[in-house]
């Protein structure tokens, strides 16, 4: 296609999507949206720009890249969008090891990403300490809730906290909450429900 810059015509005619393996074709249109309304060079550029940086936040790409191609027939106000995507392996492993003042804790979480081909994420974590203390919880996370920018969580876990060397309690916790993000992290809305139980701890001086 011709050099273009600024105010120049340009519309959207079509989209290509390679590299996309188990991603949905809908979940890269739908960040192409202000791309696809725009009327004018600089507008597909910026919106294409858009497009990148919200299909890169969601977790599920390595590298993502819009080209404009040239449409059949010369057409110098059209364009054909190619979206290649790199996505990430299926399955993510981690392990981590921390130690503070009261005990040392390990813990290891597997995550799930796009298995449904919707830029979902399914994380699963578990942990241990070096006393009494554990936690285990899930999270789905889930980009566009309702079409909005703004991404879908729910969590569930349960967790022991060991206050030994200050208490002779420790604190055990059961927890579910679902969560409404916006994409900038400015505004949030929460729903928890939450049980928090204090375990006495056993004297191991009294026989």
Avoid at 34 to 47: C, I, L, P, Q, S
Wanted: proline residues 4%.
């Amino acid at each position: 296609m011709p050099e273009l810059t600024g105010d120049e015509p340009l519309r959207v005619r079509a989209l290509r999507i390679e590299g996309a393996s188990r991603t949905r074709a809908s979940v890269v249109e739908q960040e192409l949206q202000e791309a696809y309304a725009a009327t004018t060079f600089e507008g597909v550029v910026v919106g294409c720009h858009a497009a990148v940086q919200r299909l890169q936040r969601t977790g599920v790409f390595r590298a993502v890249t819009v080209e404009l191609q040239g449409v059949p027939g010369g057409d110098p106000h059209a364009t054909d969008l190619v979206v290649t995507v790199e996505e990430k392996s299926l399955f993510g492993i981690s392990a981590n090891v921390n130690a503070n003042s009261i005990e040392a804790t390990a813990d290891s979480t597997v995550t799930l990403r796009n298995p449904l081909g919707s830029a979902e994420m399914l994380s699963l974590s578990g942990g241990a300490g070096t006393k009494s203390s554990y936690s285990s919880q899930a999270l789905l996370r889930r980009p566009r809730f309702l079409g909005l920018p703004a991404h879908f969580e729910v969590l569930a876990g349960r967790s022991r906290l060991s206050y030994a060397d200050t208490s002779s309690y420790d604190k055990k916790e059961k927890k579910f909450s679902v969560c409404v993000k916006d994409d900038n992290g400015g505004h949030s809305l929460d729903w928890t429900l939450a049980f928090r139980d204090l375990v006495p701890l056993r004297d191991e001086t009294t026989p």
